[in-house]
């Protein structure tokens, strides 16, 4: 069966055509009310490749929509965000009225080279959403719906009225408030869904502890990020961003405190060499095992398995003391 290749738009013109809207005003930015999108093209309902920045609010009321394989509910406004060179789509309708275009919100759409040569090029990078997967949207309030609206309403002003020296200084600015703003919007969401995000960090902690404790054997490999965010149907950065917001540590940080604790059990509880335990835990090489338990608990494994002998073996000579203090009474 032949696989068919999503189609890449690589310029804002383009993708103004396949939404059957007038020329845009300016070839690197756009912004669209998506209410006045009046037909998609059979390739917008594709997958398909975007060569820009996207950003995306919808408000479609209760309408149901399928993204990929997944299915969910729209009720008010949802936001998304995806990086130049990102798959996205297939985006199918699953309502019919959804093909009318009743579904409202805005776009907005950056070429890269719009920002070129400014601060916000390399610190757009920062802003870890443009890698959440499509399931991982950021669902807005009333009150933050309106705030991102307002921005991007002045953004289109701003391109459509004025074409001076200063136009493209203010209106990455206004970006970098939107984007801002999306920022405390994912924090807030990752803070108030707390039952649905501590669900899943113990769903981590579990999965961590089964990884290290599932067999005495060696270990393949240290379990990745990707690893981790696979086996819990999340992208890696939405993970990682979740953890910080909800832990202050990142996935990493996880998967070390994890084997820090399985390797003070080794050190403490066996006889085997740090060679050896650094093997079984899944390290390649024995120096990466020990520069980790150095930096993590501030000893070298076997400064760690001395001090733990050492106050063992206090422990059972105090023992002793007090059992014969007890026989002579």
Known sequence: MSVIEPHRIKTIYEFHQLLGLPTPKHLLISVINLADIKQLSEKMLASRILDFYTITLKHSGDSTYK????????????????SPGQVCGPLTPIKEENKTGRTSG????????????????????????FNYSVNEALYLSEEEEDTIIGLMQTIQKEYFTHTDNF????????????????NRFYHRQFLTRKTENYQLLNRLED?????????????????????????????????????????????QQHIQDRIIEKAKVKLSTTEL??????????????????RLFKAKSGLSPLGFRQIFKSKTDTSEIQNHQNSGHQTQR
Not at 167 to 182: G, H, K, W
Not at 276 to 288: K, N, R
């Open 207 to 251: 999965l961590l502890i089964s990884y290290f404790d599932n067999t005495d054997l060696a270990i393949q490999e240290l379990p990745s990020v990707q690893f981790i965010a696979e086996r819990l149907n999340i992208s890696p950065n939405y993970l990682s961003s979740l953890l910080k917001a909800l832990t202050g540590r990142n996935t």
């Open 106 to 129: 805005w776009g907005l759409y950056i070429h890269p080279d719009f920002l070129w040569n400014t601060p916000l090029a390399k610190e757009i990078r920062k802003y870890e959403y």
């Open 167 to 182: 136009s493209q200084d203010i209106i990455i600015s206004m970006v970098e408030v939107l984007l801002n703003f999306s």
């Open 67 to 82: 993204y990929g394989q997944q299915q969910y509910n729209i009720h008010g406004g949802v936001m998304y965000f995806i």
């Open 273 to 290: 060499s740090v060679s050896e335990i650094s093997y079984v835990l899944g390290f390649e090489h024995p120096q990466s095992f020990s």
